[in-house]
Every structure is written in C-alpha cells, then in structure tokens.
C-alpha cells in the first residue's frame, strides 16, 4: 500500500488488494438506448418496492436497551453528555464453496451476529466523529463490530450493549478533546466550517428477515462448480484455477435515538471464475469472471458457465504468447464495463462526501460546483433503488443506508455540470442534509460511497460506428495504431493531497487496432493506464450505445461495501500507458502432472 491515501480497492477472490476489479456481469444483448447521436439516452433501470414485514424481536430490545442507556448517558450531570445513540446489529449467513481441479478445494459455513454502536457527544456542529488526520475510526465512539449472541437471549444481549456502550461513550470523550485541542492549535482557514452531522427525519422501514437454505444451495451448487473447475484447469499451460460460489444473506436491525427504527435484508450470490497462468519471461496473467445475483435463479446454468471457463482458458493462453505494449499516447476505446471501473475508480471516488472536507485531500471537484467537470454529453447518477438493468441483477442495491436514511437517486452531474456531492450524515455545505449514500461494513465508521454509479451519454453510436470513430481518430493523428480496452484487472487513485492527483489502472485484454483494416486487433499484455483526473475526462470524445455492468465490493474507511457501475463504452482523444512491473521468474522447472503422466505413458 502507498504512503499516501489511495481509495477504491475491490476484491478478487478474497484477496485484498488496491485494486478495482470487474466482478463479471456482461452488457446485455439487447440495446436499451440507441441510435445515431441520439440524444437524451434512456436506460431501462428496474426498481422494486421493498416488502413489508414484521418486527423482529431483536428490534425491540435493541430500542429497549437504547432507551435505557440514552436516558444515563445523556443526563446534564455528564460532561459532557451524548447527545445522539444509536444501535446496530448486523446477523450474517455464508456459505462458500471453491473447486479447483475438478474437485472440492473449500466447505465453508459460519453464521455471526455483530453489534456497532454510533454515541455521539458535544454537538451536531462539532463532535467525536470530526475527522483528524484522516482518521475515521473505529476507537473514537463510531463502530466496534462486537461478535454478540446468535440467538435472541435478553441477557446476553443486554449484557454485551452495557459493555460496548460503556466503552464506546469514553472513546468518544476522548475523541472529542483531542478534537477541540487540536482545533485550538490550527490556524485559521479559509474555508466553511462543515458541521459534523446532519439532523434527519426519522425513518421507519421494516422489512422481513430473510434465510438461506445452505445445506440445500451446497447440494445444488457442489459438482458444478467441480465440473467448471475441471474445464477450467484443462490445459497443463493454466498454473492455477478455481471456481467459487458464496452465498450470503445479511440481516440488519438499526435503532436511534431521533426515533429511526430499521429492519433490511439483504440476499447475495456470486459465482467466481478464476485462472492464473505464466508467460515465459515470468510475467504473471490472469483471467477472472464473476456472475452476481439476488436470487437463485438469476445465477448462470452449468453450460453458461463452462463456455465461460473455455472462453477465459482460451484468452489466458493468448496472453502468454502475445507481445508486451510500448508504451503509448494516443487515442482508443474503453470498452463498457472497463469504462465502468474507470469511473468508479477515477471519478466516483472524488465526489464522496468526506472528502471534500478533510484537510488532507486533494477535494479535485470541491470548489467545482455548478461548473463544468465532464463533456457536456455525459451525465452521471448514483441510484441504489435501482435492483437490475435489463434484467442483470445491480450489486449497489439498498433501500436504506446504514444511517438509516432513505436511498435517493442522486443527479451528480448534468450535461457535464457538477450538480453535488455523495453524501451521509456528515454535512457537506452548503448541502445540509444526507442523500442516503452513509456506508459502512460492520466495525467501520460509517463515510459517504458510492452505490450504483450510472453514466449516460447524449452523443451515442453504435459499437461499429464508435470503432469507425476511432480508426479516423488515429489516422488523424498519424498513429500507427490506436487501442481497444476490454477488460480491466484494477489499479488505484491517490485522493490525499500529500502526493499527485493521479491515477494508474491496471487492463488486462488491450488491443491495438490498426487503421488500415487489413491486419485484425492485436492483443498485447503488461500495459498500466496512467493520467490525472481532470485532463483524463476532457479527451472523452464521444461513446456507444451499450452500457457495459461491472458489480464489485469496494473497500475504502468505511470498509467493504457491493457496488455497480454502468457506462457505455468511451472514446477517447488521448490515454496514455506505461509498461507495468512484472516478475522475472522462470515458469516452473517441472512439468506439470498431466504431461509428465502423458510422457511417461509414451515410453
């Protein structure tokens, strides 16, 4: 990791890295807007109305023991007294299975309950979750992540709330004055003075709790994924190879004291492919293909995924034969769901809330307001209530934040004009109030995130008409040839303004595109994307027709949260990119198990 603050890391395959990964989901066959510069593009988005269910009992103890313990901690005679509480309990069930090989590599089933606790003391205005040095907990009253009891014991439930409580009201304490001495200690600045929270309407959202059945999703999943991994692994050139299904349902039950009771579920599977294979002047290569869901059915069948596993073992073994990039500057197409975590990465992360605020970041778009921070036929919205697009499910998905706030399709940007900011409860002025983006992972202090981030575009062409566009653009410019970006592995963004404002994303399947149509795309590896911000969307030209999907889970302060971005594909004047750093080691020594089996055979 950096020194320096870098933000929008996604997994892959459980592996933390700084990194943002596309987690499958392909454009859809079907244009949903379309036509020759056809303005004013419509997505068909899917919405569905939560259900209403009954309270839990866990959601009245919670507002019991809330009661209680406010009515203590927020009597005069503290100093200083709290003046917000609230509570949250977040039950979870997973199950994760892995086959590698053609046989069961994991069994992995766990069931946890964990309490957060959010008691804030001083005022709306200034409080224990000020930031200092970029420092969002959790120790400063905000969080904790406490395993407590599965099962709803009054007691034991009591009893771990007492502690935390406890616990977290003195970290908060301290927090405060270490806040208020360092303020005193700072010189004047010349910008607003954001108040630390925001007063909201209380919320009432009750929605049924919600089970897997795992024993039966085991049944039902296990020889699949062992007979996916066996297609996989087929070739002896394919070094490592897995294919995973998880399955997991999250239950969370939220209480406060501005009278906001909640009660949301959330269901989620994923189906990962994954292989891994070494060009002979030891460059690393990977290919991977994540298919996301909210139910059963929405998961890919046996076939679909073998024809993925063959497609992703074929385009893996292209790599290791195909030439390393030079480096170059010219134009080219980023391709949907690459153009997604483009965005995500690049542009989304810059417009969250918190940093616009914190001393130490950059805030690239903060004094940007109402002024233009993209090409004029670009639109940008983040809007969780949205469950799928064309029928492919959305990861970014919520009814309500983890502040208990409504989700709100917010308008980010409007023909290019920046119109706010993604915000939670932390005010950023001269907003004063939440949008519903407050996101967190249990444990974490809660900062504003992105959901489902969707680009829209005013100046569509088809896919051919795009590539024709681009084969002009190069000829223009007297390349020898332009690139075409189809899939990107991740990369990082520098936020904090100890360092540049800049960006380096790492592709994985690029082509060069010549311009003389003779001769078909080039594939080409070891290429890392390198820019600043702000000079990386004004050479934008124009995009396709297609909106390309890539759903993740996202990590940054608040820990790690599903996403989705949606973009059609883009042209580009300029990109710009650099050879990546890649190992030196020899492939193994050894033949693997099947040739020597076969060699052996032979003799």
């Known amino acids: 990791m950096s020194t320096a603050r870098t933000f929008g890391a996604l997994t892959l395959a459980g592996t933390l890295v700084l990194a943002c990964h596309p987690r499958g989901g392909q454009p859809p066959d079907e244009r949903v807007w379309g036509g020759k510069r056809r303005k004013g593009p419509n997505i068909v988005m899917d919405r569905a109305k939560a259900e209403q269910g009954d309270p839990a009992a866990l959601l009245d103890m919670l507002d019991a023991e809330l009661q209680h313990n406010f009515a203590e901690l927020s009597s005069p005679e503290l100093d200083p007294p709290a003046y917000f509480l609230a509570y949250a309990v977040t039950g979870t069930e997973e199950l994760y299975l892995e086959a590698e090989d053609g046989?069961?590599?994991?069994?992995?089933?766990?069931?946890?309950?964990?309490?957060?606790?959010?008691?804030?003391?001083?005022?709306?205005?200034?409080?224990?979750?000020?930031?200092?040095?970029?420092?969002?907990?959790?120790?400063?009253?905000?969080?904790?992540?406490?395993?407590?009891?599965?099962?709803?014991?009054?007691?034991?439930?009591?009893q771990a709330i007492w502690l935390d409580t406890e616990s977290q009201y003195k970290a908060a304490v301290s927090k405060l004055r270490d806040v208020e001495s360092s303020l005193q200690l700072r010189s004047e600045g010349d910008g607003p003075e954001h108040p630390d929270f925001s007063r909201e309407k209380p919320t009432t959202h009750v929605e049924p709790t919600q089970t897997l059945d795992l024993p039966a999703l085991r049944a039902a999943w296990e020889d699949t994924i062992k007979q996916v991994s066996a297609?996989?692994?087929?070739?002896?050139?394919?070094?490592?190879?897995s294919v995973a299904m998880s399955a997991t349902v999250t239950n969370q039950f939220m209480v406060n004291t501005e009278g906001t009771r909640v009660q949301t579920s959330r269901v989620r599977l994923r189906v990962l492919i994954e292989a891994r294979a070494q060009a002979e002047d030891g460059m690393l290569l990977q290919r991977s293909e994540t298919f996301e869901a909210h139910e059963a059915d929405q998961l890919p069948t046996l076939e679909s995924l073998r024809e993925a596993?063959?497609?992703?073992?074929?385009?893996?073994?292209?790599?290791?034969?195909?030439?390393?990039?030079?480096?170059?500057?010219?134009?080219?197409?980023?391709?949907?769901?690459?153009?997604?975590?483009?965005?995500?990465?690049?542009?989304?992360?810059?417009?969250?809330?918190?940093?616009?605020?914190?001393?130490?970041?950059?805030?690239?778009?903060?004094?940007?307001?109402?002024?233009?921070?993209?090409?004029?036929?670009?639109?940008?919205?983040?809007?969780?209530?949205?469950?799928?697009?064309?029928?492919?499910?959305l990861s970014g998905h919520y009814f309500v934040d983890d502040e208990g706030v409504r989700a709100q399709r917010t308008v980010l940007v409007e023909r290019g004009k920046l119109e706010t900011f993604l915000l939670g409860r932390s005010p950023v002025l001269p907003f004063k109030r939440s949008n519903g983006h407050g996101r967190r992972s249990p444990g974490y202090q809660t900062v504003a995130r992105q959901g489902n981030l969707v680009i829209t575009s005013r100046k569509t062409y088809s896919p051919r008409e795009l590539r024709q566009q681009l084969v002009a653009e190069i000829k223009r410019q007297g390349k020898p040839y332009g690139l075409r970006f189809s899939d990107i592995e991740g990369g990082?963004?520098?936020?904090?303004?100890?360092?540049?404002?800049?960006?380096?994303?790492?592709?994985?399947?690029?082509?060069?595109?010549?311009?003389?149509?003779?001769?078909?795309?080039?594939?080409?590896?070891?290429?890392?994307?390198?820019?600043?911000?702000?000079?990386?969307?004004?050479?934008?030209?124009?995009?396709d027709d297609q909106p390309g999907i890539f759903n993740g889970m996202c990590g940054a302060e608040s820990g790690w949260v599903p996403v989705s971005a949606v973009s059609p594909s883009l042209l580009l004047e300029t990109i710009e990119i650099e050879h990546a750093a890649h190992d030196r080691d020899r492939p193994p020594l050894l033949p693997p198990p099947s040739a020597a089996t076969r060699k052996g055979g032979d003799q």
């Open 103 to 158: 046989t069961l590599l994991r069994d992995d089933e766990d069931r946890r309950r964990e309490l957060d606790i959010d008691v804030r003391v001083g005022d709306p205005q200034l409080d224990n979750s000020n930031s200092q040095g970029g420092d969002y907990g959790p120790g400063n009253g905000l969080g904790s992540g406490l395993p407590i009891t599965l099962g709803d014991v009054e007691l034991s439930l009591s």
């Open 231 to 241: 297609e996989l692994s087929a070739d002896p050139l394919v070094l490592r190879s």
């Open 309 to 393: 596993a063959t497609g992703l073992r074929a385009e893996l073994l292209a790599l290791r034969e195909a030439p390393i990039a030079d480096p170059y500057n010219g134009p080219a197409i980023l391709e949907g769901r690459a153009a997604g975590v483009y965005f995500h990465e690049i542009f989304g992360h810059r417009l969250e809330g918190h940093r616009q605020k914190d001393d130490l970041e950059g805030q690239t778009f903060t004094e940007k307001l109402d002024r233009r921070v993209l090409p004029s036929f670009l639109d940008v919205v983040d809007d969780p209530t949205v469950t799928t697009l064309g029928g492919k499910p």
């Open 492 to 543: 990082y963004t520098i936020t904090d303004r100890s360092g540049p404002q800049a960006f380096r994303v790492t592709p994985l399947m690029v082509y060069r595109v010549y311009p003389d149509g003779k001769r078909p795309d080039e594939l080409v590896r070891g290429v890392e994307i390198v820019g600043t911000p702000l000079s990386s969307f004004d050479t934008i030209i124009a995009t």
